[in-house]
């Protein structure tokens, strides 16, 4: 069983920065595309960032330039750093990864940000 858990979740102000985490667990080996998708409230989840293979990553446009992801494939963690925060960047966010054609997901992290 592979388990994906967020952290690092919070309030914080506009303009400021977070540190997401999530944290891989279970009967997993090999590589695996991970990834950071966002729900806001009342709209469908999206894609946040995506790490495709060791030489591509896709970001969102609204994100691009801002969040940083990144993973630790030795410690089963993937980051997801959030500079510039906005108000329209609160959200659920989920890490899901892509492992033998089945994805996982995290039970998510709430991001809000506000003054």
């Known amino acids: 069983q592979v388990q994906l858990v967020e952290s690092g979740g919070g309030l914080v102000q506009p303009g400021g920065s977070l540190r997401l985490s999530c944290a891989v667990s279970?009967?997993?080996?090999?590589?695996?595309?991970m990834g950071w998708h966002r729900q806001i409230q009342g709209k469908e989840r999206e894609l946040v960032a995506e790490i495709i293979d060791m030489g591509r990553i896709d970001y969102a446009n609204s994100v691009k330039g801002r969040f940083t992801v990144s993973r630790d494939n030795a410690q089963k963690v993937m980051y997801l750093q959030m500079n510039s925060l906005k108000p329209e960047d609160t959200a659920v966010y989920y890490c899901?990864?892509?492992?033998?054609?089945?994805?996982?997901w995290g039970k998510g992290t709430l991001v809000t940000v506000s003054s």
């Open positions: 279970g009967n997993i080996f090999g590589y695996y595309v």
């Open positions: 899901n990864l892509n492992f033998s054609g089945t994805y996982y």
